[in-house]
């Protein structure tokens, strides 16, 4: 199985839980008010892993699909992990990795150059 094979079947995971993790936080945030902080963590990380799961499918017909799936999954485990963790347990000590996880994802659209 080659490279850009193994990307495109994350990708298609990475978007598959993506609509079934909106779908969870649609309806188990519902009778929240739409400012919530955790509703709002939680729709970023949402947004975010849909588009970096895209981003993903491009990376497998990349010239190097490994280097920008690997950097797009890291960056989506760290940054949307984070978040839909503190989002769903109120408990932020995950959050200093946001920030590595966007510098991973910009990383793995940059990567998307090679």
Not at 8 to 29: D, P
Not at 54 to 64: D, P, Y
Request: net charge positive; glycine share 14%.
């Amino acid at each position: 199985m080659t490279a850009a094979v193994v990307v495109r079947r994350l990708a298609a995971l990475s978007g598959a839980s993506a609509v079934g993790a909106g779908a969870y936080g649609a309806h188990g945030f519902k009778n929240k008010d739409p400012d919530d902080y955790q509703r709002v963590l939680y729709e970023t990380a949402n947004k975010y892993h849909f588009y970096h799961s895209l981003a993903l499918l491009g990376a497998a017909h990349s010239g190097k699909p490994v280097v920008a799936g690997a950097l797009l999954i890291a960056g989506m485990g760290m940054f949307c992990g984070s978040l839909y963790h503190q989002a769903l347990t109120g408990d932020p000590s995950l959050s200093k990795v946001a920030p590595m996880g966007g510098v991973s994802m910009i990383a793995g659209w940059l990567a998307l150059i090679l």
